[in-house]
């Protein structure tokens, strides 16, 4: 049974940071790229980085490019995003995706975590 569980987010200020896990299990974890979606309160979902299985190729969207950080270890079938500089806007629900193949679409997702951006 495919699982991803993420973990690690909660309230911080603007201008803080914080690192989201994503422990992946049921699959082969190191066959695929992963990739973060958030959810804002009202909005749908935001595609916010990825990563690839092969070449570890990065790539992200122009609203947290050089803010936030994707990375992965293998060995331990665990997704991070390390996210820095966080601003309101930020404020969201966090989740692991993983592709049915290639970049996607999705088939599976965790139960995400809920990140607040608030002074």
């Known amino acids: 049974e495919v699982q991803l569980v993420e973990s690690g987010g909660g309230l911080v200020q603007p201008g803080g940071s914080l690192r989201l896990s994503c422990a992946a299990s049921?699959?082969?974890?190191?066959?695929?790229?992963m990739s973060w979606v958030r959810q804002a309160p009202g909005k749908g979902l935001e595609w916010v980085s990825a990563?690839?299985?092969?070449?570890?190729?990065?790539s992200y969207p122009d609203s947290v490019k050089g803010r936030f950080t994707i990375s992965r270890d293998n060995a331990k079938s665990t997704l991070y995003l390390q996210m820095n500089s966080l601003r309101p806007e930020d404020t969201a629900v966090y989740y692991c995706?993983?592709?049915?193949?290639?970049?996607?679409?999705?088939?599976?997702w965790g139960q995400g975590t809920q990140v607040t951006v608030s002074s």
């Open positions: 990563i690839n299985n092969g070449d570890g190729s990065l």
């Open positions: 049921g699959f082969t974890f190191s066959s695929y790229a």
């Open positions: 995706a993983k592709p049915l193949l290639g970049w996607g679409p999705y088939d599976y």
